[in-house]
């Protein structure tokens, strides 16, 4: 067991109040005692370790010079907020993150002013921090908006959509780029420094405005010259003049690591009146521990492990998790249809495309967090022959919900879509949860909607989207590992819009869509024990549904229920509107339905969610009893007599 680290200065630092006090000298040891507290509480709860430790003396820096909460500070994704966590108020709690009734492992309003705007997916950061410095502006009101945004993130085209909207905020917007991919920067080092602090600073800006004014009086096109000029010069030293051409004036690259290189920017650019600013800081991911730094995801998401030795906690080997399930079972099929491809958005290993890719190169493409253009990029190969797979978390796939309607149902292109992490989620709480892929995909036309309730299932259903050309289709699953059981060698194509009965009843009849099938056979057991013969279908499809299926236990069961990990609008909605069209629901049936409840679930295990939900086997029998107006005790009676 090792010891918590020792942290005399950050014992004095519970807010960024305490920490503008510290003299600059003083603010080296602080970054490394907070990097140790980060190291430590992390190793006893999981979660983000590499992003945050990157950014350690970025945040220190930060909240040393601008004033928040009053300069509004806005973490791009959030995986890289720890640090911040730590040093405003929260640092008593923060061996609680990710765990039920703890912290957010993502900024969150209702936790504290100082996370001025919730982020959990990317690319946002500039846009929020936008609105946050228009809104004092307009209002007359001190205050800044920080935008922290990783290079990663600008992969994404909602953050060029924002810098294109900037230039009205002036002074009063700062961006941050966090490059610590070295994706888009020039060597830094002593040089690339002091013309960072060179060009940020007051007597440069102001001989800047002092030229400005001068060559206005100039003829237009000399005026136009001379910018350019001045602009380009310091593009070819910097790198900055991608920025310069969406209005903002650059700063960078600087050592993010380096707080003699980042105080004296920031200051300048706090103090300055030029702006909209975009500060190109360089860091390194998991800097400041070595398993992290020589790791080859720099332990970006980490269970508990030994702070000494670097060893991760294993759980207990089980069966193969779905996302790989998945992109074994692509591949194997690639290996014989030249037409397969996969497309992921920044999430190869998440998504299972990291196996396909490294059987089938060629053929497989990380978009980076780019989901509205790989779902169009499929939708242009499925129109020339392919057979592309979109493979896109279901949180998401949301944020393309127009290209899957556009682009591909409208036109009804063959797109495949592997939704992964499917359902509740667990730790990364309800930011991350699959909670509406089922309602936004089976309302519109064209599309074919599945949900595998074992990792056998999944299998057969890859390689049934595999042979369905007729329009686009789609398949999810849940994030984690399968249920065990076996996965056949000869694959089986489903037959679109059947489902299948898995034990036969008489008198209550549960419709079971996805991962729940498990549940819904534990109820059924409870339910027989109590005389209470129970019928157990696996719907498969939520569209189209089988109707067939669906009217023929409506007429010999006296209950019907259904359950998903999805909200109101996904299969039970569905099999209530049929019902009702048809008069199933006429003669007195009981239709009762059970789906996600109408609220956010916050961060828990993915057990406790489920019971939070109500959709457990428990939940399940109640449900049936009520219906019935049975009791408990009248029904157990019942079951001995």
Known sequence: ??????????????????????????????????????????????????????????TVAIHYVFNTPDDKLVWDVGHQCY???????????????????????????????????????????????????????????????????????????MAYEAMNNAAQAGNRLVVILNDNDMSIAPPVGGLSAY????????????????????????????????????????????????????????????????????????????????????????????????????????????????????????????????????????????????????????????????????????????????EQHGVTFAAGLAAQGMRPFAAIYSTFLQRAYDQVVHDVAIQNLPVRFAIDRAGLVGADGCTHAGSFDITYLATLPNLVVMAAADEAELAHMTYTAVEYDDGPIAFRYPRGSGTGVPIPDQLEKFEIGKGRVVREGTKVAILSLGARLEEAKKAADQLEAKGLSTT?????????????????????????????????????????????????????????TLRLPDTFIDQDSPEKQYEEAGLTAPNIVETVLKALKHNTTAAEEGARA
């Open 536 to 592: 157990v279908a696996d719907m498969r499809f939520a569209k189209p549904l089988d109707e067939d299926l669906i009217a023929k236990l409506m007429r010999t069961h006296e209950v019907v229920l259904t359950i998903e990990e999805g909200a109101i609008g996904g299969l039970g909605a569905h099999v209530l509107t049929y019902a009702s069209d048809e008069g199933l629901t006429d003669n007195g049936l009981k239709v009762r």
């Open 83 to 157: 640090p911040h966590k730590i040093i405003t108020g929260r640092r008593d709690r923060i061996r609680t993150l990710r765990q039920g009734g703890g912290l957010s492992g993502f900024t969150k309003r209702a936790e504290s002013e100082y996370d001025p705007f919730g982020a959990a997916h990317s690319s946002t950061s500039i846009s929020a921090a936008l609105g946050f410095a228009m809104a004092n502006k307009l209002n007359d009101k001190p205050g800044r908006g920080i935008a922290v945004i990783g290079d990663g993130a600008m992969s994404a085209g």
């Open 195 to 370: 013309l960072a602090r060179m060009v940020s600073s007051s007597e440069y800006l102001g001989l800047r405005s002092l030229a400005s004014r001068a060559v206005k009086k100039m003829s237009r096109r000399m005026h136009e010259a001379i910018g350019k000029a001045e602009e380009y010069t310091r593009g070819m030293v910097t790198g900055g003049t991608l920025f310069e051409e969406l209005g903002f004036y650059y700063v960078g690259p600087i050592d993010g690591h380096n707080l003699d290189h980042l105080i004296p920017v920031l200051e300048n650019v706090r103090d300055t009146s030029e702006g909209p600013v975009l500060i190109h800081v360089v860091t390194t991911k998991g800097k400041g521990y070595k398993y992290a730094e020589e790791s080859a995801d720099k332990y970006h998401g980490v269970p508990k492990f030994d702070v000494i030795t670097g060893e991760k906690k294993k759980g207990a080997a089980g069966p193969p998790a779905y996302q790989n399930v998945f992109g074994d079972t692509l591949a194997k099929l690639a290996e014989t249809d030249s037409r397969i491809c996969a497309i992921t958005a920044a999430m190869p290993s998440g998504t299972g495309v990291d196996r396909f890719a490294k059987a089938h190169p060629e053929r497989s493409f990380d978009v980076g967090i780019a």
């Open 1 to 58: 067991m090792s010891r918590s680290p020792e942290t005399p200065l950050l014992d004095q630092v519970p807010t960024p109040d305490e920490l503008r006090q510290l003299q600059p000298e003083q603010l080296r040891q602080l970054s490394d005692e907070l990097r140790a507290e980060m190291i430590d509480a992390v190793s006893t709860s999981g979660g983000h370790l590499g992003s945050g430790l990157g950014v350690v003396e970025l």
